[in-house]
C-alpha cells in the first residue's frame, strides 16, 4: 500500500473566481460552499492526480486553503500543474511553495483520535437518482414530532464512520448545521449536462474515535465520509483526544 498524503494548497480567492468567469462557470455566484467552483479548478488544475477528500478552509485570518488526502504529495501535484494547467489555473496557487504536503503516519489499533469533519447528511431511496436530507427519509416512517434531527444525523455518522469496522465511534457531537445551496451539473441530455442550484444540509460533526483496524481506518481517511466528497465534504481532520 503506497504512502498516504495531507496536502495543503494555498488560494488565491480572487483567482479562483476569475476562473470561474473565464471558464463560464455560470452558476458559481450562487455556490455557496465554493464547492463546485474549486472542484472545477481541481480538476483544471491536477487532472487525475486531483485530491479528494477535501475541504475549503475561509476563516478571514489567515490565507483560503484547500486540505486533502491523496495519494500524490505535493511534488506530484506541483509537478502535474506545471506541466499541463492553463496559465490562469496557475494562477490561484502560483507558487510552488502553495502546494505541501506530509506523509500520515499509520495509526495502530487501539488509537484514540479526536476528529472534525463537515458532511452532506443524505441519502438515496427508491429513485436513485434523487437524493434526500436522511432526516426527512426517517420522517417518511415516523410519527411527526417524534424525531429530533441531532439524534438523526448523529445516528448517520455512526452509520458512516463504523461501516466496515475500522473504528469505533466513541462520541460525536453536532456542532453546525445549516441548509446550503450547492452548484451541480445534471444528467447528460440532447443539450449536454446543465449546471443547476440545489439545497442540501450541511453538517459539522466534532468527536472521538477508536482505530480498530488501522488498513480500513486509513482507506475511511480516503475515501471520505457520505456524498459530495469531490465537492468538499467528508474529509475526517484529526486531532489529539479530548
Same mark, same amino acid.
Given at each position: 500500500?503506497?504512502?498516504?498524503?495531507?496536502?495543503?494548497?494555498?488560494?488565491?480567492?480572487?483567482?479562483?473566481?476569475?476562473?470561474?468567469?473565464?471558464?463560464?462557470?455560470?452558476? +458559481?455566484?450562487?455556490?455557496?460552499?465554493?464547492?463546485?467552483?474549486?472542484?472545477?479548478?481541481?480538476?483544471?488544475?491536477?487532472?487525475?492526480?486531483?485530491?479528494?477528500?477535501?475541504?475549503?478552509?475561509?476563516?478571514?485570518?489567515?490565507?483560503?486553503?484547500?486540505?486533502?488526502?491523496?495519494?500524490?504529495?505535493?511534488?506530484?501535484?506541483?509537478?502535474?500543474?506545471?506541466?499541463?494547467?492553463?496559465?490562469?489555473?496557475?494562477?490561484?496557487?502560483?507558487?510552488?511553495?502553495?502546494?505541501?504536503?506530509?506523509? #500520515?503516519?499509520?495509526?495502530?489499533?487501539?488509537?484514540?483520535?479526536?476528529?472534525?469533519?463537515?458532511?452532506?447528511?443524505?441519502?438515496?431511496?427508491?429513485?436513485?437518482?434523487?437524493?434526500?436530507?436522511?432526516?426527512? #427519509?426517517? +420522517?417518511?416512517? +415516523?410519527?411527526?414530532?417524534?424525531?429530533?434531527?441531532?439524534?438523526?444525523?448523529?445516528?448517520?455518522?455512526?452509520?458512516?464512520?463504523?461501516?466496515?469496522?475500522?473504528?469505533?465511534?466513541?462520541?460525536?457531537?453536532?456542532?453546525?448545521?445549516?441548509?446550503?445551496?450547492?452548484?451541480?451539473?445534471?444528467?447528460?441530455?440532447?443539450?449536454?449536462?446543465?449546471?443547476?442550484?440545489?439545497?442540501?444540509?450541511?453538517?459539522?460533526?466534532?468527536?472521538?474515535?477508536?482505530?480498530?483496524?488501522?488498513?480500513?481506518?486509513?482507506?475511511?481517511?480516503?475515501?471520505?465520509?457520505?456524498?459530495?466528497?469531490?465537492?468538499?465534504?467528508?474529509?475526517?481532520?484529526?486531532?489529539?483526544?479530548?
Amino acid at each position: 500500500m503506497g504512502e498516504l498524503y495531507m496536502v495543503e494548497i494555498l488560494i488565491d480567492t480572487a483567482a479562483l473566481l476569475r476562473f470561474a468567469k473565464v471558464q463560464s462557470l455560470q452558476a +458559481a455566484a450562487r455556490d455557496e460552499d465554493l464547492g463546485y467552483t474549486t472542484h472545477a479548478w481541481m480538476k483544471a488544475a491536477f487532472g487525475d492526480l486531483a485530491p479528494y477528500p477535501w475541504r475549503l478552509l475561509v476563516d478571514g485570518h489567515r490565507p483560503t486553503r484547500v486540505l486533502a488526502y491523496s495519494g500524490h504529495g505535493a511534488e506530484a501535484l506541483q509537478e502535474q500543474m506545471r506541466n499541463y494547467a492553463s496559465p490562469m489555473v496557475a494562477t490561484v496557487t502560483p507558487n510552488r511553495s502553495d502546494i505541501a504536503s506530509k506523509v #500520515m503516519p499509520d495509526f495502530g489499533a487501539g488509537r484514540q483520535l479526536g476528529f472534525e469533519v463537515i458532511c452532506c447528511p443524505v441519502g438515496r431511496r427508491s429513485n436513485p437518482r434523487v437524493e434526500k436530507d436522511v432526516f426527512l #427519509m426517517r +420522517a417518511d416512517h +415516523a410519527e411527526p414530532g417524534t424525531l429530533d434531527r441531532t439524534q438523526v444525523y448523529k445516528d448517520w455518522i455512526r452509520t458512516q464512520l463504523e461501516e466496515g469496522d475500522g473504528v469505533l465511534l466513541d462520541e460525536a457531537n453536532l456542532e453546525g448545521f445549516r441548509f446550503v445551496h450547492q452548484v451541480r451539473k445534471d444528467q447528460a441530455g440532447s443539450t449536454g449536462r446543465r449546471q443547476n442550484t440545489i439545497v442540501r444540509p450541511q453538517a459539522l460533526f466534532r468527536g472521538r474515535l477508536t482505530v480498530q483496524n488501522p488498513d480500513v481506518f486509513r482507506t475511511l481517511l480516503l475515501r471520505g465520509v457520505g456524498r459530495h466528497r469531490a465537492f468538499g465534504y467528508g474529509m475526517l481532520l484529526l486531532r489529539a483526544p479530548r
